[in-house]
T-cell receptor, first 115, second 108 residues
């Protein structure tokens, strides 16, 4: 079956702009989690959506937001971009709510560069 | 705050050698996972360990969960160039946290 897809794969924006990233989970998966990956901080949890509801949120400012649609597809939005937002944004889907008991399937990520 | 510390950060060894990488915490985890990430791709789950003292084998990879469930190790026997990648450990019941990873490079 098809894996997790993320669009776009690469994105270049300037400071102050906003950006929307998209994630399509594996068919039948109801949980979608978003992570930010940087060389300095590694993989950091942004938020998780399950059945269209945000279930958990990491320690990121309110400029980072997301939503999940009825077909489980999810979008992540970052407003007022800062240079430090340059990162690889990864989306992961799982059948049940995210935990280290359950297998998460990651997409290839969206590489965001903020100039 | 739960933290996972991985060591070493970088490891470059010759093909055929053995190696061990570590994932440590001061907190107890109900389970830990190991992922491998290759350039341009997302992490891929290798194993989940749940029981303290548990040992799991995946071909040449051996994973161990500490008795106190605060640490885990990954041992690779006779490393091959295909083992090259970023190895990440992860844990958590609600918010999954990741270690910063061990970047492994196997020289042919």
């Amino acid at each position: 079956k098809a894996g997790v897809t993320q669009t776009p794969r690469y994105l270049i924006k300037t400071r102050g702009q906003q950006v929307t990233l998209s994630c399509s989970p594996i068919s039948g998966h109801r949980s979608v989690s978003w992570y930010q990956q940087t060389p300095g901080q590694g993989l950091q949890f942004l938020f998780e959506y399950f059945s269209e509801t945000q279930r958990n949120k990491g320690n990121f400012p309110g400029r980072f937001s997301g939503r999940q649609f009825s077909n489980s597809r999810s979008e992540m939005n970052v407003s007022t971009l800062e240079l430090g937002d340059s990162a690889l944004y990864l989306c992961a889907s799982s059948l049940m709510r995210g935990s280290s008991y359950n297998e998460q399937f990651f997409g290839p990520g969206t590489r965001l560069t903020v100039l | 705050t739960q933290l996972l510390e991985q060591s070493p950060q970088f490891l470059s060894i010759q093909e055929g050698e053995n190696l061990t990488v570590y994932c440590n915490s001061s907190s107890v985890f109900s389970s830990l996972q190991w992922y491998r990430q290759e350039p341009g791709e997302g992490p891929v789950l290798l194993v989940t360990v749940v029981t303290g003292g548990e040992v799991k084998k995946l071909k040449r990879l051996t994973f161990q969960f500490g008795d106190a469930r605060k640490d885990s190790s990954l041992h690779i026997t006779a490393a091959q160039p295909g083992d090259t990648g970023l190895y990440l450990c992860a844990g958590g019941d609600d918010k999954i946290i990741f270690g910063k990873g061990t970047r492994l490079h196997i020289l042919p």
